[in-house]
């Protein structure tokens, strides 16, 4: 029995070895390698001794945690929403259906919306405002990337309200509790394994954000991932980008230690073992 156990568990330890574990390796190994080739530790010495690639990284995670928080507020109202509306599967479908369409597409399709001779500045001219530069701004990099981010923060969030036990809400409520103390006492609390759920979904990938930096934000807003593509594919300097990535990697392991339940876990069993 353990040896058929074993053949079952096999496909996904292979693809984590070669699609997870092992491209991770590589990048840890290739930080380590100048861009001619000599094994140094001058890349991670430039990394933290260099003021840009440090203001690099303050812009990467400022930009993150707008995107996260802006998603958050968005999300949460609308999951509640759709957690007490009647068709809430036909709402969340269209919710989730934007996520099928290619990143690219959806990138071009704002590029249309927001351009000198776009939708937004049509509809301005009827109000007799002339033509205003929205794309390649900061306002149109943020929007973009709260548009494509937002299911992801819906979804975890949904589910947490709709695994909460409405018994717990009745009760606050018979005991003389406000809407607003219900929310913050009861529901809040309740669903914070999603909302935790969904700023990893959101906050993690915002770090490495590359492709709507150039498309939307016309290369004025600068992250650590516009970094890892110019030195992968422009200087050529594979040692550099690896070294970055490898920063990401454990902000991102940072990142799900803070946002984690461990600490959750281990007071639930520690008190039953009481």
Same mark, same amino acid.
């Given at each position: 029995? %353990?040896?058929?156990?074993w053949l079952?568990?096999l496909?996904?330890?292979?693809?984590?070895?070669?699609?997870v574990l092992?491209?991770?390796?590589?990048?840890?190994?290739?930080?380590f390698?100048?861009i @001619?080739?000599?094994?140094? =530790?001058?890349?991670?010495?430039?990394?933290?001794?260099?003021?840009t690639?440090?203001?690099?990284?303050?812009?990467?995670?400022?930009?993150?945690?707008?995107?996260?928080?802006?998603? =958050?507020l968005?999300?949460?109202?609308?999951?509640?929403?759709?957690?007490?509306?009647?068709?809430?599967?036909?709402?969340?479908?269209?919710?989730? #259906?934007?996520?099928?369409?290619?990143?690219?597409?959806?990138?071009?399709?704002? +590029?249309?919306?927001?351009?000198?001779?776009?939708?937004? @500045?049509?509809?301005?001219?009827?109000?007799?405002?002339?033509?205003q530069?929205?794309?390649?701004t900061?306002?149109?990099f #943020?929007?973009?990337?709260?548009?494509?981010?937002?299911p992801?923060? +819906?979804?975890?969030?949904?589910?947490? =309200? &709709? &695994?909460?036990?409405?018994?717990?809400? @009745?009760?606050?409520?018979?005991?003389?509790?406000?809407?607003?103390?219900t929310?913050?006492?009861?529901?809040l609390?309740?669903?914070?394994?999603?909302?935790?759920?969904?700023?990893?979904?959101?906050?993690i990938?915002?770090?490495?954000?590359?492709m709507?930096? %150039?498309?939307?934000g016309?290369? %004025?807003?600068?992250?650590?991932?516009?970094?890892? &593509?110019?030195?992968?594919?422009?200087?050529?300097n594979?040692?550099?980008?690896?070294t970055?990535?490898?920063?990401?990697?454990?902000a991102?392991?940072?990142?799900?230690?803070?946002?984690g &339940?461990?600490?959750?876990?281990?007071?639930?069993?520690?008190?039953?073992?009481?």
């Amino acid at each position: 029995m %353990r040896k058929k156990q074993w053949l079952y568990y096999l496909p996904y330890a292979l693809w984590l070895i070669l699609f997870v574990l092992a491209p991770v390796a590589l990048i840890v190994y290739q930080s380590f390698f100048d861009i @001619n080739g000599h094994a140094t =530790l001058v890349n991670y010495t430039t990394y933290f001794q260099s003021g840009t690639y440090l203001k690099m990284t303050l812009n990467s995670i400022w930009y993150a945690f707008l995107i996260t928080l802006i998603t =958050l507020l968005i999300s949460y109202p609308t999951a509640y929403w759709l957690h007490q509306t009647k068709h809430k599967q036909l709402w969340l479908l269209l919710i989730i #259906l934007p996520t099928w369409i290619n990143l690219l597409l959806k990138a071009y399709a704002f +590029i249309g919306i927001f351009s000198q001779d776009g939708a937004i @500045n049509h509809f301005l001219g009827w109000f007799g405002i002339g033509p205003q530069q929205i794309l390649f701004t900061n306002f149109s990099f #943020l929007v973009v990337a709260t548009y494509i981010e937002i299911p992801f923060m +819906i979804l975890p969030i949904f589910n947490s =309200l &709709e &695994e909460l036990n409405p018994s717990l809400v @009745n009760a606050s409520r018979d005991l003389g509790a406000s809407s607003w103390q219900t929310f913050t006492k009861v529901i809040l609390p309740l669903t914070m394994a999603g909302v935790k759920a969904g700023i990893q979904a959101i906050f993690i990938p915002s770090l490495s954000l590359f492709m709507l930096t %150039r498309l939307i934000g016309g290369n %004025r807003v600068i992250t650590l991932g516009t970094a890892i &593509e110019e030195h992968f594919l422009t200087t050529m300097n594979w040692g550099m980008g690896s070294t970055i990535g490898v920063v990401l990697i454990v902000a991102m392991g940072l990142i799900m230690l803070v946002t984690g &339940e461990q600490k959750a876990k281990k007071k639930v069993t520690n008190k039953w073992k009481k």
